[in-house]
Nanobody, 124 residues
Framework: QVQLVESGGGLVQAGDSLRLSCVASGRTFSTYAIGWFRQAPGKEREFVAAIKWSGSTTYYADSVKGRFTISRDNAKNTVYLQMNSLKPEDTAVYYC?????????????????WGQGTQVTVSS
């Protein structure tokens, strides 16, 4: 079992920044990657970014490339999502998720465990 807890969401204005955190606990030693997804009201959950638990490989959705940065601190079992130049269309509940498997990182089906989500609201 792996437990994931997100934090750092909030209400900001367009152009502002936020940093989300995802703290992992439990059987994290076999983790292959952590991903961030988001879901806006009435829309499907979509991939945002992912990072391998070891090494430095990262993946980003085109919609956030150049604005968001994913990073990790293995000593703290924490993955961060630094979000800059936020736009109203970034408004969503943001979830982190864990996978033990290699595969298609943008697919939610790859991930085994999910956090409860943190709300990000960007006003225009």
């Amino acid at each position: 079992q792996v437990q994931l807890v997100e934090s750092g969401g909030g209400l900001v204005q367009a152009g502002d920044s936020l940093r989300l955190s995802c703290v992992a606990s439990g059987r994290t030693f076999s983790t292959y990657a952590i991903g961030w997804f988001r879901q806006a009201p009435g829309k499907e959950r979509e991939f945002v970014a992912a990072i391998k638990w070891s090494g430095s490989t990262t993946y980003y959705a085109d919609s956030v490339k150049g604005r968001f940065t994913i990073s990790r601190d293995n000593a703290k079992n924490t993955v961060y999502l630094q979000m800059n130049s936020l736009k109203p269309e970034d408004t969503a509940v943001y979830y982190c998720a864990q996978t033990w498997s290699r595969g298609t990182y943008y697919s939610a089906d790859l991930y085994n465990y999910w956090g409860q989500g943190t709300q990000v609201t960007v006003s225009s």
